[in-house]
């Protein structure tokens, strides 16, 4: 796809020049798995570089317009540019579409001064490499091992590529994991399993397995999950249930067995990770990036729909012994009961497995993937 009204010049056309002080744009709404990344970037370009400042873009449909103020960084609305997955109108009016938000996208970048665009891929990270193309450096960041159309595009005139896993068919891709929050990285679960056990309200001692299914919930988790409340009593075992804020999820209860405790959201998810001696959730890949980073045993349950990936995102985690990976199809009460509950309830199979997780994780790499903005940006980094 080519640019419309694609000028060519240095960096320093739109940027402030300004080497000690970079301004860092970052595009990686609509999702939390585009989000989430983008900000934990955010953070380590600013502790790196404490007089950097950090522009998000986004969209006035993502969580971006929620998640971007509370971490205190300012966002710059552009309109999306949802890609149709079938040929309809939609499609036929695309052009122009990019070229608005293009042409929009530009206004952003020459009013913040940018000095470098960071793309997570998206609907939001295409108008922004369009955008910044021969006149910003650009750093495109993969989550996935299959690209997405966005980063396909960005990574064709990238000053740097960074991928969370090998394998990705990008050029010139370095890996360098996913960029995660400080306080998942240096999360220390044994200090802080009291505590997060008294936050949520749950057993002190007994073994206890965290469940959800992404910010909105998964009502095949839901149900498969909850139908083994009984089993889960039995074997002494506590839940702890992130069921999605549009669901409701009844429980029945075993007097002076440990709680099932269903949430709606988990906003505290440090707390909710250092109460839990296992997980059962979906295999996104900052899930897995997050669960592997704190040393968690893991039952993934893939997303059944798109393309494979989430499938592909667990599988190393699945070969290194660090966890299950049940289909979504296959997951159900009988399925809990048989293979999650005596996984949570038998100590000395969860601390192997931790101690598996932890190998796989990437916890410097926020850090990596800012030294890389900022050297884009023109920022020496010693």
């Excluded at 910003?136 to 690209?147: L, R, T």
């Excluded at 919930?217 to 839940?239: L, P």
């Excluded at 505290?268 to 990036?289: F, N």
């Excluded at 999650?340 to 994780?361: N, Q």
């Amino acid at each position: 796809m080519s640019e419309p009204g694609a000028g060519k010049g240095s960096s320093q056309e739109v940027g402030s020049g300004k080497r000690g002080r970079p301004t860092v744009v970052v595009a990686g709404g609509g999702t939390a798995g585009h989000i989430e990344p983008a900000l934990a970037l955010a953070d380590a370009v600013v502790r790196l570089c404490p007089d950097a400042s950090v522009v998000a873009l986004g969209t006035s449909r993502g969580l971006e317009t929620r998640l971007v103020p509370e971490r205190g960084y300012p966002l710059e609305l552009i309109p999306p540019v949802p890609m149709p997955r079938k040929p309809s109108a939609d499609l036929l009016r695309l052009p122009l579409k990019v070229r608005d938000s293009v042409k929009r996208t530009r206004e952003v970048l020459e009013r913040v001064g940018a000095d470098v665009v960071v793309g997570f891929g998206g609907y939001v990270a295409l108008p922004a490499y369009l955008a910044a193309r021969g006149r910003v450096p650009i750093v495109v960041h993969e989550a996935n091992q299959h690209a997405g159309l966005a980063n396909k595009v960005g990574a064709r005139f990238a000053r740097s590529v960074a991928v969370a896993v090998p394998g990705t068919p990008l050029p010139g891709a370095r890996v360098v994991g996913i960029p995660l929050r400080r306080s998942i990285t240096t999360l220390d679960r044994v200090a802080l399993r009291a505590e997060a056990r008294k936050y949520f309200g749950l057993d002190p001692e007994a073994p206890t397995l965290l469940v959800f299914g992404g910010s909105q919930g998964a009502r095949s988790i839901n149900t498969a999950v909850s139908g083994a409340a009984r089993e889960f009593a039995a074997a002494g075992v506590g839940v702890l249930h992130a069921h999605g804020p549009k669901n409701t999820l009844v429980v029945q209860e075993f007097p002076g067995k440990p709680a099932y405790l269903p949430v709606p959201y988990l906003e505290r998810m440090d707390l909710a990770y250092a109460a839990a001696d296992a997980v059962l959730c979906r295999s996104g890949a900052m899930t897995v990036a997050e669960v592997s980073a704190v040393g968690l045993p893991a039952v993934f349950v893939p997303l059944p729909h798109g393309n494979g990936e989430q499938a592909l995102n667990a599988r190393p985690a699945v070969d290194a012994g660090a966890a299950l990976l049940i289909e979504d199809s296959a997951l159900t009460p009988a399925t809990v009961a048989e293979r999650v509950v005596p996984l949570v309830a038998d100590p000395d199979r969860v601390a192997k497995m931790g101690a598996a997780a932890v190998g796989l994780g990437h916890r410097e790499a926020d850090e990596v993937l800012a030294t890389m903005v900022l050297e884009a940006a023109g920022v020496g980094m010693t």
